[in-house]
């Protein structure tokens, strides 16, 4: 398996606490994702890095922020969570699939509740 | 909007029988990737075909790429109850860094 872990595992929270999710990867890939799924919708990316400092918005961006200070982490940060943010998160690692990116790997997933 | 459709939503299967899923996308792509959902679990990369490719193999996967009908399609011979999860097609758009998932098929191969 790739090295990529995501902390915590599971989390509940309640509406309007700001919360975390962090993805730690060993690989040293270039391009890290985070997807949150939910029943009906499939995967549907949030954020994602395609270098140290280098973010770009996905799909569903809104209420949802990160950052990536060292090629290994990438923090998902949701500044007042709400009970649509309840989901399962994951996140996922790539490198170069020349052109775009190639394969991903994903971690394990955070299983969120917001009350 | 999603990029990536499957078909069917849902195939449900002997043991030893084929399983075929369809995956249908709108614009040009990069390339065209295959993933498997265990229940529970994060998605396990299966196999990644290039615009310009037309067919690729991996074991009893099989994928297609038909670029001019933007459809793709992938083929489980010899299916065992193991490969019961659902299957989700990925595409990576011309220029973009990321990819766009479909909802998946989730397939049932019944022992």
């Known amino acids: 398996d790739a090295g990529i872990t995501q902390s915590p595992r599971h989390k509940v929270t309640e509406t309007g606490t700001p919360v975390t999710l962090r993805c730690h990867q060993t690989?040293?890939?270039?391009?890290m994702y985070w997807y949150r799924q939910d029943p009906g919708h499939g995967l549907r990316l949030i954020h994602y890095?395609?270098?140290?400092?280098?973010?770009d918005k996905g799909e569903v961006s809104d209420g949802y922020s990160v950052s990536r200070s060292k090629t290994e982490d990438f923090l998902l940060t949701l500044e007042s969570a709400t009970s649509s943010q309840t989901s399962v998160y994951f996140c996922?690692?790539?490198?170069?699939?020349?052109?775009?990116?190639?394969?991903?790997?994903f971690g394990p997933g955070t299983r969120l509740t917001v009350l | 909007s999603q990029q990536g459709e499957e078909d069917p939503q849902a195939l449900s299967i002997q043991e030893g029988e084929n399983a075929t899923m369809n995956c249908s996308y709108k614009t040009s792509i990069n390339n065209l990737q295959w993933y498997r959902q265990n229940s529970g679990r994060g998605l396990v990369h299966l196999i990644l075909i290039r615009s310009n490719e037309r067919e690729k193999h991996s074991g009893r996967l099989r994928v297609t790429l038909d670029t001019s009908k933007k459809s793709s399609s992938l083929l489980i011979t010899a299916s065992r109850a193991a490969d019961t999860a659902s299957y989700f097609c990925a595409t990576v758009q011309t220029g973009a860094n990321n990819l766009f998932f479909g909802t998946g098929t989730r397939l049932t191969v019944i022992p």
């Open positions: 690989e040293n890939h270039r391009y």
């Open positions: 996922a690692i790539s490198e170069s699939g020349g052109p775009g990116p190639g394969e991903q790997f």
């Open positions: 890095s395609y270098g140290v400092k280098d973010t």
